[in-house]
């Protein structure tokens, strides 16, 4: 019997283990930050780090915040008055936070792996049958590691406000009140890591990660890299992938897919993709791809860049929802699939070659 990694298999980030996820290969490179030519790379590299931390990653997490006080607004409206109409006024703002969730995934390092904030966001699909379990009982810890990550966050609320009957359970008189306070719950949740994560960015780990400049153990660009690449994976494999049936000969498990119950898979995927576009580039500013251009590596960055585009287009021509797309659609998500698998190989082996950072985290596919 082949093995089916769905539906009992989760997706969840992996924490990066400073000791032992990031070993930076320093060939070329001395230990003061200098290349063979006797050109120190410092002053660049510094530049590039503070416009990750100040204009990229930092915003993005105060994005994050704004949304998600936004959602708690509309999700009060719905627990208060539950209908089709308020469920519906939900939807956009629910979104909108995800998909800000998605442009903050990728730098997974720091406070946020302190916090546990992607695996507590973002693990799915949900743990239905224990989320029911917990509302019935009253009886639910969202802050045991590991145990609870599957009970909460984007994919918990996208089963408990859009999944179906979701609007008949919010106005039983009965179990009603426990389903808005489990619902509340993991807002307050989700709101608190995500502001926590903000303030240890503030209080003191903006310097410590735009002063790392040097290529060891635990160096800012080296977890940049390795998370471009480990954002890519999941998205070859939880994201798309696995309930595409590509862990599973073939089997498709649709309803496993990250946003399902919103219907908002494909949106999630192109935001998700564009955030490692942003990451790669530093946006208008320096990034990775300046700091490919400036080793001598100028084609290795032209034809990523070029790969993303044709990987964004591949994936935008999905029509949607992407889960009725793995099965009314195959041969175009087949073509997305492999566009951004192409793309995952520059970034995972060329883009890390090239700048002496080896990949260390353990892929959830196996290739």
Wanted: aromatic content about 10%.
């Amino acid at each position: 019997m082949a093995k089916l990694f769905f539906p009992s298999t989760l997706f969840r980030a992996v924490i990066p283990v400073t000791a032992a996820l990031l070993l930076l290969n320093a060939c070329g490179k001395s230990d003061d930050g200098t290349d063979n030519n006797g050109n120190s790379t410092d002053e660049f590299k510094k530049e590039m780090l503070v416009n990750y931390a100040d204009n990229i990653i930092q915003p993005g997490y105060v994005q994050l915040k704004t949304s998600l006080a936004d959602l708690k607004t509309k999700v009060a409206v719905l627990l208060s008055a539950p209908s089709a109409s308020t469920q519906a006024n939900v939807k956009p703002s629910f979104q909108a936070a995800y998909q800000a969730f998605e442009a903050v995934s990728l730098p997974y390092f720091g406070p946020a792996a302190a916090q546990m904030l992607n695996n507590t966001l973002n693990t799915f699909p949900p743990g239905i049958s224990k989320i029911e379990s917990g509302i019935a009982s009253g009886n639910y810890d969202l802050t045991l590691p590991i145990t609870s990550d599957s009970l909460q966050g984007f994919p918990a609320l996208d089963y408990l406000i859009f999944g179906e009957g979701a609007v008949d359970k919010l106005a039983d008189p009965v179990s009603g009140q426990n389903r808005k306070q489990y619902i509340n719950d993991v807002l307050e949740r989700m709101q608190l890591l995500t502001d926590n994560t903000i303030n240890q960015w503030a209080a003191g780990y903006r310097n410590t990660f735009i002063n790392s400049l040097k290529t060891d153990v635990g160096s800012s660009i080296g977890f940049l890299i390795n998370q471009l690449a480990f954002e890519m994976d999941a998205l070859k494999g939880p994201r798309i992938g696995w309930p595409f049936g590509k862990q599973s000969n073939g089997i498709v498990f649709a309803d496993k897919a990250e946003g399902y119950y919103s219907a908002i898979s494909k949106e999630l995927a192109v935001a998700n993709l564009n955030a490692v576009k942003q990451y790669y580039t530093g946006g208008s500013a320096k990034g990775i791809d300046d700091y490919l251009d400036l080793l001598g590596k100028t084609t290795l960055n032209d034809d990523v860049l070029a790969q993303f585009t044709v990987a964004i287009n591949a994936l935008q021509a999905i029509p949607a929802p992407l889960s009725a797309a793995f099965t009314g659609s195959p041969a175009t998500v087949e073509a997305a699939y492999k566009e951004i698998q192409k793309l995952l190989t520059l970034l995972k082996t060329d883009v890390a070659s090239a700048t002496g950072v080896q990949i260390n985290y353990m892929d959830n596919d196996g290739d």
